[in-house]
């Protein structure tokens, strides 16, 4: 297993000791704005563990939830008044945003040097040209995790399933630019096992619960599974988790639901090299990349 978590917790240290050094040397903290819209409780519980974590590792962080019949204009003068303030460094939009508001404009609002998300265009064509200055933090997260596990990425075939913003696109331009033989597949690729069965890192942010099964990897292929999806049904757990079933059906039977990844845990488990867990992979890695960007952003900065 390759433990996501354990490097988060690396990264985050290297963060909080980076956080320490800029308040001696200028006298400021990193400062990140999460702002939320609506009242999707997922999106509730992902900028609830963001501030927590960055006041944990000693950011200034300020959490503006806005209510759900919040119209584009509203949000975009709070984005410009985030813009401007000289005490937050990174502004995070939490996504998706409720249907009403544009968020093409959104995304193209926040001020390029605080998109500590990396989802302004001029941040993802920064990266696309090889000059990346704000990665998207998920697939930046996995980036960290091969390189600090020594995963060859040089020469290595690595295949992306999955073609979102977010993720799948970011984490291509990331590999080809570490001289990773990159393909990307998606809903229409034909005869997808042929495809990824050439992988030697195999990386899956698709969204649906165990789509990829020991046919589709390669022997000894590192596996990164992106997805997080909600299990609530025994029998589906115990196909998926085999020998685990019972532990993830106690879950399911106190909390309502487990989580799975894209990957088939128990087949891919069998298969795999290396493979990450869901939970305890990725997602600690997106929220560490998150707060590191956050000082970065602020070592950036130039004038006080
Ligand atoms: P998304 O925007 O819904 O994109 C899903 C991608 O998967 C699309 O490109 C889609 O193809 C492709 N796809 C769907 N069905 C497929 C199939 N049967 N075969 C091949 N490709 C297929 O999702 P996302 O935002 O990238 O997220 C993916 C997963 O990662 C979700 O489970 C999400 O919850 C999780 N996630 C986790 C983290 C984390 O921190 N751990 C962060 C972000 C996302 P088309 O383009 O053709 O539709």
Same mark, same amino acid.
């Given at each position: 297993?390759?433990?996501?978590?354990?490097?988060?917790?690396?990264?985050?240290?290297?963060?909080?000791?980076?956080?320490?050094?800029?308040?001696?040397a200028?006298?400021?903290?990193?400062g990140?704005?999460?702002?939320?819209?609506?009242?999707?409780?997922?999106?509730?519980?992902?900028?609830?563990?963001?501030?927590?974590?960055s006041?944990?590792?000693?950011?200034h962080?300020?959490?503006?939830?806005?209510?759900?019949?919040?119209?584009?204009?509203?949000?975009l003068?709070?984005?410009?008044?985030?813009?401007?303030?000289?005490?937050?460094?990174?502004?995070?939009?939490?996504?998706?945003?409720?249907?009403?508001?544009?968020?093409?404009?959104?995304l193209?609002?926040?001020?390029?040097?605080?998109?500590?998300d990396?989802?302004h265009?001029?941040?993802?064509g920064?990266?696309?040209?090889?000059?990346?200055?704000?990665?998207?933090?998920?697939?930046?997260?996995?980036?960290?995790?091969?390189?600090?596990?020594g995963?060859?990425?040089? *020469? #290595?075939?690595?295949?992306? $399933? @999955?073609?979102?913003? /977010?993720?799948?696109?970011?984490? &291509?331009?990331? +590999?080809?630019? %570490?001289?990773?033989?990159?393909t990307?597949?998606?809903?229409?690729?034909?005869?997808?096992?042929?495809?990824?069965?050439?992988?030697?890192?195999?990386?899956?942010?698709?969204?649906r619960p165990?789509?990829?099964?020991?046919?589709?990897?390669?022997? *000894? #292929?590192?596996?990164?599974? $992106? @997805?997080?999806?909600? /299990?609530?049904?025994?029998?589906? &757990?115990?196909? +998926?988790?085999? %020998?685990?079933?019972?532990?993830?059906?106690?879950?399911?039977?106190?909390?309502?639901?487990?989580?799975?990844?894209?990957?088939h845990?128990?087949?891919?488990?069998?298969?795999?090299?290396?493979?990450?867990?869901?939970?305890?992979g990725?997602?600690p890695?997106?929220?560490?990349?998150?707060?590191?960007?956050?000082?970065?952003a602020?070592?950036?900065?130039?004038?006080?």
């Open positions: 297993m390759l433990d996501g978590a354990r490097v988060a917790e690396q990264i985050k240290r290297e963060v909080a000791e980076g956080v320490a050094r800029l308040l001696r200028r006298g400021r903290r990193p990140l704005a999460a702002v939320r819209v609506g009242d999707d409780p997922a999106s509730a519980v992902y900028v609830r563990n963001k501030v927590r974590t006041e944990q590792l000693g950011l962080s300020e959490h503006h939830a806005l209510a759900a019949d919040t119209t584009t204009e509203q949000l003068a709070l984005l410009a008044d985030l813009n401007t303030r000289a005490e937050i460094d990174g502004i995070l939009v939490q996504l998706p945003l409720p249907a009403q508001i544009d968020e093409r404009r959104v193209e609002t926040v001020a390029p040097r605080k998109d500590v990396g989802f265009p001029l941040n993802v920064l990266l696309a040209s090889g000059r990346p200055a704000f990665v998207p933090c998920t697939p930046a997260g996995i980036y960290e995790l091969l390189v600090r596990e995963i060859e990425i040089v *020469g #290595a075939r690595a295949c992306i $399933v @999955g073609r979102s913003q /977010i993720v799948g696109r970011p984490m &291509a331009q990331l +590999l080809v630019n %570490a001289d990773a033989t990159v990307i597949c998606h809903s229409r690729t034909r005869d997808l096992a042929a495809v990824t069965r050439e992988a030697d890192i195999l990386i899956a942010a698709i969204g165990g789509l990829i099964r020991a046919a589709h990897v390669k022997p *000894g #292929a590192t596996v990164i599974d $992106v @997805g997080m999806n909600k /299990i609530t049904d025994e029998t589906q &757990a115990r196909e +998926l988790f085999g %020998a685990r079933a019972d532990e993830r059906i106690e879950v399911i039977r106190r909390r309502g639901y487990t989580l799975c990844g894209d990957v845990p128990a087949e891919v488990e069998a298969v795999a090299g290396r493979l990450t867990p869901v939970p305890g990725v997602g890695l997106t929220v560490a990349m998150l707060m590191r960007n956050t000082l970065t602020a070592e950036a900065r130039r004038t006080e």
